[in-house]
């Protein structure tokens, strides 16, 4: 091992190599022993009472346990109250039994194929689930909480996951320095050096508003100790390993090891040592004979974040209603003027940032507000209501389109800045923003799990261009679009990906909206019955929301939406760059003012909707397309006889409203027009449900790019003439005369 650093080297030494530093007293011999016991008989028993089932043994490094369990003394020692763990498969069930004390008949009760599952959703295996316990620690007497997290198969995937939710339970707490929550994370040797997140996490470390001021990191080497069994108690390894096998076979198992030396050296005795086994092995039994009288299984037994007091007593929500997410006309001036301002004394600012920020005051005069100054005062409302607002990701203090500027950074004193929206109100939740290391996956991960420390914050990652998304694809499919289906874990995350198709090439246009839209679990043939909670009960019902607003006032709303809803679902909005500088993509405070709210759907308003029997085609859309087409239609003159109407929510899809506009233009085409590509964008998702809701009888025509394997063309003018192209074809009113559907 080569450390550059004096420090780092000299403190191994004092740790590893003082002399005496291995010798136990007595005491401490005879606890370690019956932690070994647990460990081993935990093992035994599983394997004797189902030999055919994968558990994922910890036979051969049995020591990992009464090693996690002295971290953990010594921890509750030095005052950590909290201690949050995240693991592989091997060995998880011996640490749920023996670490974090989970009842066991509630362990051997997940190796019952009969029983019944209570919660909604798909599950999961039983070395995947998490779980949380408070608990006295019996070598301190000490109150400490354990929590371990809930993970997929994909190895390390969880270390981020378990940084970020160690960080959102330090800062929750005011323990800045990382005095009372801390991170375990145990690796296997193979994940540990192949997975790049586990770099991307620990690059994470050093970054302040990141850092959990260190973690413990567990990596249980199967070159230094062995799997006795292979890589599950199914697997064979004489297959592969035969010489090394044969010799792993030949080992004496640690416990037996370490009871022999304890015996001859006379600190138990042979009595004692078999007492403590049967001890032991009583415990399983009653354990079992317990789990045989439990009928159903509940996966919220296996919650890792509990929200106490969010849900009522049965865990689920209060209400099925949300209350209209605007705010007061005050608020709104008030914090416009607060984000046109530089709220420190004696501080210059750069030039062109005076000129943006008087710009915010001269829409804040004016009652209207662009997206900046929309989001805002979305984020600026939950701060007065004690929500606190984290939005991380690279270059998200300024803005990668150089339109936010939250830190306002002096320029005259080096390193000195300024957030004015922490300088909302005295009495005030705090705001953290904060540029993020280049990274997806970590960063994203860390994140998700900061957002499952409590439901009363709003947490937003943004990727820098919605394309990089994907890198983080891991976290998005195994954890955001199926966590509550897997853990029944609720996480109100919001993803900011800006996207739109600008001739920026096909690494800077697309969010892929269509992955997101594929994954949604809304049934894309049943037609819904529409009673008056449909609204809310289709988010309830949902995996995720995915968003694309046309207005800033919109997407003030459906960020208010996502914390006044009494549940908490992943929230995926697609965002503009172009449109946050389009002179037309403005909102009045009209919009946004006590009473208003997040509109699913912006129907026409305009001449059609007022003489809809005239129309002769409907065009459906959803984002800046919007801007393009209505641009188009006043050019070809055509008002009267094209109504444009947009998706606000894409998913769940907004069934009730667009049946009511669809049967509003009953001699109208139905078109569908997006900017993407046929086969990405969201005609296939949009398309069946159009269907569905006209059951069949009209065709939803399609207006827009080709298929193309690229997300977007590189070459400015290719991107021009396909726009060109079909947009003459959306106002071409014969484009689909005599065509079947
Ligand atoms: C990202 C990912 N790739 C592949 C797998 C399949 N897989 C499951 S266990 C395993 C071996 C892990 O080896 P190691 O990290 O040394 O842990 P051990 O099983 O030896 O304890 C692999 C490749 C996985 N679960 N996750």
């Known amino acids: 091992m080569f450390i550059n650093d004096v420090e780092q080297c000299q403190w191994i030494r004092q740790k590893f190599e003082t002399p005496g530093v291995m010798k136990f007293t007595n005491e401490e011999k005879r606890t370690l022993l019956a932690r070994l016991v647990r460990s081993m008989r935990f093992e035994d028993f599983l394997a004797r009472k189902w030999s055919s089932e994968k558990r994922f043994g910890l036979e051969g490094c049995e020591v990992m346990i009464p090693a996690l369990k002295t971290i953990i003394d010594k921890s509750s020692e030095m005052g950590i109250e909290y201690v949050i763990m995240g693991m592989p498969h091997r060995g998880r069930l011996n640490v749920l039994a023996n670490v974090i004390r989970k009842e066991l008949e509630q362990i051997f009760c997940q190796f019952d194929p009969k029983l019944e599952a209570a919660d909604e959703g798909s599950g999961d295996v039983k070395y995947h689930l998490g779980m949380y316990h408070e608990r006295i620690n019996r070598a301190t007497n000490k109150k400490i909480t354990l929590s371990l997290m809930a993970n997929p198969s994909h190895l390390e995937a969880v270390d981020p996951v378990v940084q970020g939710k160690t960080k959102a339970e330090q800062f929750y707490r005011g323990d800045t320095a990382g005095k009372k929550v801390m991170s375990i994370l145990l690796h296997g040797d193979a994940a540990f050096a192949g997975q790049g997140v586990v770099y991307e996490t620990f690059h994470l470390s050093d970054l302040p508003s990141y850092t959990t001021n260190g973690t413990i990191h567990v990596v249980v080497n199967n070159q230094v100790c062995y799997r006795r069994r292979g890589h599950n108690e199914m697997d064979e390894p004489m297959f592969t390993q035969p010489l090394m096998y044969k010799q792993i076979h030949k080992q004496v198992p640690v416990l037996k090891k370490y009871a022999d030396k304890l015996i001859a050296d006379g600190t138990v005795t042979l009595q004692e040592f078999e007492e403590e086994i049967a001890k032991y092995d009583r415990i399983c039994e009653e354990a079992y004979t317990r789990s045989k009288d439990n009928k159903i299984l509940h996966i919220k037994h296996w919650l890792d974040s509990p929200w106490p007091g969010f849900f009522n007593v049965d865990g689920e929500p209060k209400s099925m209603s949300c209350p209209p997410t605007g705010i007061s006309e005050d608020l709104l001036t008030h914090i416009g003027n607060v984000a046109s301002s530089?709220?420190?004394?004696?501080?210059?600012?750069?030039?062109?940032?005076?000129?943006?920020?008087?710009?915010?005051?001269?829409?804040?005069?004016?009652?209207?507000?662009?997206?900046?100054?929309?989001?805002?005062?979305?984020?600026?409302?939950?701060?007065?209501?004690?929500?606190?607002?984290?939005?991380?990701?690279?270059?998200?203090?300024?803005?990668?389109?150089?339109?936010?500027?939250?830190?306002?950074?002096?320029?005259?004193?080096?390193?000195?800045?300024?957030?004015?929206?922490?300088?909302?109100?005295?009495?005030?939740?705090?705001?953290?923003?904060?540029?993020?290391?280049?990274?997806?996956?970590?960063?994203?991960?860390?994140?998700?799990?900061?957002?499952?420390?409590?439901?009363?914050?709003?947490?937003?990652?943004?990727?820098?261009?919605?394309?990089?998304?994907?890198?983080?694809?891991?976290?998005?499919?195994?954890?955001?679009?199926?966590?509550?289906?897997?853990?029944?874990?609720?996480?109100?995350?919001?993803?900011?990906?800006?996207?739109?198709?600008?001739?920026?090439?096909?690494?800077?246009?697309?969010?892929?909206?269509?992955?997101?839209?594929?994954?949604?679990?809304?049934?894309?043939?049943?037609?819904?019955?529409?009673?008056?909670?449909?609204?809310?009960?289709?988010?309830?019902?949902?995996?995720?929301?995915?968003?694309?607003?046309?207005?800033?006032?919109?997407?003030?709303?459906?960020?208010?939406?996502?914390?006044?809803?009494?549940?908490?679902?992943?929230?995926?909005?697609?965002?503009?760059?172009?449109?946050?500088?389009?002179?037309?993509?403005?909102?009045?405070?009209?919009?946004?003012?006590?009473?208003t709210t997040f509109q699913r759907v912006i129907p026409e308003n305009g001449l059609a909707a007022h003489a809809p029997h005239e129309v002769k085609r409907v065009i459906f859309c959803t984002g800046k397309v919007y801007y393009d087409l209505v641009k188009e239609r006043k050019n070809q003159d055509l008002e009267k006889q094209v109504a444009i109407t947009r998706l606000e929510q894409i998913s769940p899809f907004p069934f009730d409203l667009l049946k009511e506009e669809l049967e509003k233009y009953p001699g109208a085409d139905l078109v569908w027009c997006q900017e993407e590509h046929k086969n990405s964008g969201y005609y296939d998702y949009v398309k069946p449900r159009f269907r569905t809701i006209v059951n069949h009888t009209r065709p939803i025509w399609y207006v827009g790019r080709e298929p193309a394997a690229a997300a977007a063309t590189g070459n400015k003018n290719t991107h021009l003439v396909s726009l060109r192209r079909f947009l003459d074809t959306a106002f071409n009113l014969e484009a689909f005369e005599g065509k079947t559907f």
Request: with cysteine; proline share 5%.
């Open 342 to 595: 530089v709220p420190v004394k004696d501080f210059k600012i750069h030039a062109g940032l005076s000129r943006i920020l008087r710009a915010r005051l001269e829409m804040t005069k004016n009652r209207v507000v662009d997206w900046a100054l929309a989001e805002y005062m979305a984020f600026g409302s939950f701060l007065k209501e004690g929500i606190h607002v984290r939005l991380s990701g690279q270059d998200v203090e300024r803005g990668t389109f150089s339109h936010r500027h939250h830190v306002l950074h002096d320029q005259e004193v080096d390193k000195r800045t300024c957030v004015p929206m922490n300088h909302l109100w005295e009495q005030q939740a705090p705001y953290t923003v904060c540029n993020s290391s280049l990274s997806e996956y970590g960063v994203l991960g860390f994140e998700l799990g900061f957002a499952m420390a409590s439901p009363n914050a709003l947490v937003c990652w943004e990727a820098q261009f919605g394309d990089f998304h994907n890198t983080a694809q891991c976290i998005i499919d195994q954890f955001i679009s199926s966590g509550q289906a897997k853990w029944v874990r609720h996480n109100g995350i919001v993803l900011l990906l800006p996207h739109g198709m600008e001739g920026m090439g096909p690494e800077h246009s697309s969010a892929r909206p269509e992955r997101f839209l594929q994954m949604s679990n809304d049934d894309s043939d049943a037609y819904p019955e529409f009673s008056e909670q449909f609204e809310v009960s289709q988010l309830y019902e949902c995996n995720w929301i995915v968003v694309n607003c046309s207005t800033p006032a919109n997407y003030f709303h459906v960020l208010r939406r996502q914390i006044l809803l009494p549940f908490r679902k992943p929230l995926i909005i697609l965002t503009p760059k172009s449109l946050l500088r389009h002179p037309e993509a403005k909102s009045s405070f009209d919009e946004m003012v006590s009473g």
